[in-house]
């Protein structure tokens, strides 16, 4: 699959699935999207910051009061003021809390909405930076191929025979058979990546294994236990990646059903040569004989007591396999095409589908116990066989039949997404009759399928015509698969180990059905995906179908498939994150200043902001110096400076109390002990007196002095 990834389209485009606008997708390298993610995260971190620095500006004010207040009050304040994020203020809330933890709850009220807040901010924020690369993982790891080198490989004209397509053909399908048993089967070990399609699997909407006989009832072995698969309506766009809008997709439909045959009447035992031949007859083979005469029946295969013979001393059933050979007849307008390899009877014939009739083989292998299936029909006793050291024996057993027959309808349907409810579909039908039925949905005409490379000028036309051409050339159905394939279709392969095939389910030949059904899905999914890749092999130019417009070329460059090795980032989520983080950003750096000049121009609340720039950390240091004499200006700024040189005291660590010494003091110098604002108690009668010394308290508690507000007003 390293040629998948390396065929990744870099840069933007549209997500249909998700939308015009959610779709649209950045894909880069990996190193790239991942510097951009943790670019992103760091960014949200930064983003916090400035959002916590809005929000406490907006509690600080909100918390202002111009009447004493508990030391906590100031403290919380203080903290407000001087935090740089969300964390930082909770965890000096708790160490506020602990700290006067001796007053109870009642006591630190005010504190616990402020730390909540706080705990949210940090959590939402915190858990925005750990989701930023969401904006990768939300749109998955969807990419679009290139499809520089699209085409679809073909079989050529027919005048020339090469290898290189045959064998380009078999590797492609037996990787869908890989495909198929490791990413269909629930039980699977998960070995092979399963993460390179649109989805990993294509769903099938009926799976019936009680269905009557898809044929005349006569023909059938039985009428009720039977198998139909159907997928249902698939989208092009969520099912095989034609990534396209919702107005301009088409659905494809594929249905499948099996049953095993009679033969009682429809057999008969020829002998050429020194050998014994069983034919069937369920239609005359179209291939003529050597006297130009149509063999009367579908199918001959040497006699099951020939396939055994084997068994004979010196005999070499560990080498043993089964054979598995098909004859087919594709139905056109309604009749068999010159194509198809018989002429069905009218018990199997079907005029609104192609049949395929299976032909199984025990050719030697031999059964450890009887086999009641109604296609395997392995009842026949065929002695012992000894283990390799021959201290044990082995009861075996063969089929009845020399070539157990097994019928299958195929039918396919095309639809116009545009038409609501389905109504733009054509038939369920045969391939054939299946898009020429649905080609007046895309206003395509009989003329424009009649050539050998039907192709349209219009986006709609093309719509039908690119993927019918991937069906029909790149996806072979049924057919193919058994023509390839062979016996290692058979799902109880599993179960064979040297010429035995060990106990198998009753229902074996359902489970081989499905096993054949998986496989021509999977087989469908990477057609669409070669089909975008194409190749660069020389030998393989001639035979590849190649765009003939903007059209086909546009569906070859919007093939979506899924790589681990880029990084697809939502433009819109980007968007949101940077957009609405640098709104933050400048509505953060603009607060304070548009605060600052509301406040100055209604005087009466102008304390809300000195409170707040004297809150701060270098004009609380300012205050502290200041009680010692020096002179300051810029009280309200956001550095405040000396007047002239001057050398500042430091701390006196040495004094428990942690005031500031004077300079030249001693080691016993005393620390001027701090005055403690007392509860004011409500007058119970209100004086002049008593005015005056409100509105001073409520004037001082601002904590700044008369001097200092006049030294900010010349600042």
């Known amino acids: 699959m390293d040629e998948i990834d390396n065929s990744v389209y870099l840069g933007l485009w549209t997500n249909w699935s998700r939308g015009k606008v959610a779709g649209l997708t950045l894909t880069t390298t990996q190193r790239q999207g991942g510097l951009l993610i943790a670019f992103t995260a760091t960014f949200i971190s930064f983003v916090t910051a400035r959002f916590w620095s809005i929000c406490r500006l907006i509690f600080h004010i909100c918390y202002y009061t111009s009447d004493p207040r508990h ?5 919380r304040q203080i903290i407000l003021r001087n935090s740089s994020s969300p964390a930082a203020a909770l965890l000096q809330l708790f160490s506020l809390i602990w700290a006067w933890r001796g007053l109870g709850i009642k006591g630190l009220v005010g504190v616990f909405p402020l730390a909540f807040v706080a ?17 990768s993982t939300a749109t998955g790891n969807e990419a679009l191929i290139k499809g520089d080198h699209c085409g679809i490989l073909g079989l050529g004209n027919g005048t020339t025979f090469n290898i290189s397509p045959l064998s380009y053909f078999d590797k492609q399908l037996n990787d869908a058979a890989n495909y198929a048993q490791q990413c269909y089967s629930n039980t699977s070990v998960g070995l092979l990546d399963c993460n390179k399609f649109v989805i990993e699997s294509l769903p099938t909407a009926v799976a019936n294994y009680t269905a009557s006989c898809p044929f005349d009832p006569d023909i059938c072995r039985s009428n009720q236990t039977n198998l139909v698969m159907d997928t249902g309506y698939l989208d092009s766009n969520n099912a095989f990646g034609l990534n396209s809008p919702g107005d301009e997709r088409l659905s494809w439909r594929y249905r499948l059903q099996c049953a095993p045959l009679v033969t009682d009447g429809y057999t008969a035992k020829v002998v050429q040569g020194n050998k014994t031949w069983t034919t069937y007859n369920y239609g005359k083979l179209i291939q003529r004989s050597s006297n ?3 063999p009367n029946y579908t199918y001959m295969f040497e006699d099951v007591d020939y396939q055994y013979t084997h068994q004979a001393p010196g005999g070499k059933h560990g080498t043993s396999n ?4 098909s004859a087919s007849v594709g139905i056109s307008g309604g009749t068999y095409m010159n194509s198809s390899d018989f002429i069905p009877n009218s018990k199997i014939y079907r005029h609104d589908g192609d049949v395929t009739l299976v032909f199984l083989s025990g050719n030697g292998v031999l059964f450890s116990e009887p086999m009641g299936d109604d296609w395997y029909r392995a009842t026949m006793p065929a002695g012992e066989v000894s283990n390799a050291a021959g201290t044990a024996q082995l009861e075996t057993y063969r089929p009845e039949e020399a070539a157990s027959p097994l019928g299958c309808f195929e039918q396919w349907q095309w639809c116009n997404t545009e038409y609501p409810n389905n109504s733009g579909c054509g038939p369920l039908a045969s391939a ?3 898009y020429q039925g649905a080609a007046p949905f895309f206003n395509l005409t009989p003329d424009d399928l009649a050539t050998d490379r039907p192709s349209s000028a219009t986006e709609l036309g093309s719509r039908l015509l690119w993927p019918l051409l991937i069906q029909m050339d790149g996806f072979g159905g049924l057919t193919q698969t058994l023509l390839q394939l062979g016996a290692k279709s058979l799902s109880s392969q599993s179960q064979l180990y040297a010429g035995i095939q060990w ?5 074996q030949w359902q489970l081989d059905v499905i096993n054949w059904w998986n496989v021509n899905l999977a087989s469908i999914q990477a057609s669409f995906v070669y089909t975008a890749l194409g190749t660069t092999d020389p030998e393989l130019q001639n035979f590849l179908i190649t765009p003939t417009n903007d059209k086909e070329g546009n569906l070859c460059r919007n093939q ?4 681990s090795a880029y990084t697809s980032v939502s433009v819109l989520g980007l968007c949101l994150i940077y957009g609405i983080g640098a709104l933050i950003v400048v509505t953060s750096f603009l607060t304070e200043p548009a605060l600052r000049r509301i406040c100055e121009r209604r005087k009466n609340r102008n304390y809300q902001h000195l409170e707040w720039a004297s809150n701060s950390a270098l004009q609380l240091h300012r205050r502290a110096q200041q009680e010692l004499g020096v002179e300051w200006s810029g009280c309200r700024d956001t550095v405040p400076v000396t007047k002239g040189e001057v050398m500042l005291v430091n701390s006196d660590v040495r004094d428990a109390r942690c005031s500031f010494a004077n300079e030249g003091a001693g080691d016993d110098t005393a620390a001027t002990a701090p005055t403690v604002v007392p509860k004011v108690e409500q007058p119970a009668q209100a004086t002049p007196e008593a005015g005056k010394t409100a509105q001073n308290t409520k004037h001082d508690s601002v904590n700044i002095t008369e001097n200092e507000v006049t030294t900010a007003a010349t600042a």
Do not use: C, E
Not at 128 to 134: L, Q
Not at 322 to 325: D, E, I, R
Not at 560 to 563: F, G, L
């Open 292 to 294: 130009g005469t149509m």
């Open 560 to 563: 979506k498939i899924r790589s």
């Open 119 to 135: 705990a949210t901010l940090f959590a939402a924020f915190t858990a925005a930076g750990g989701f930023s690369s969401i904006i």
């Open 71 to 75: 030391t906590i009050h100031h403290q």
């Open 322 to 325: 089964f054979v598995l050979n």
């Open 432 to 434: 054939m009759d299946a």
């Open 503 to 507: 106990p198998l389910p009753r229902n």
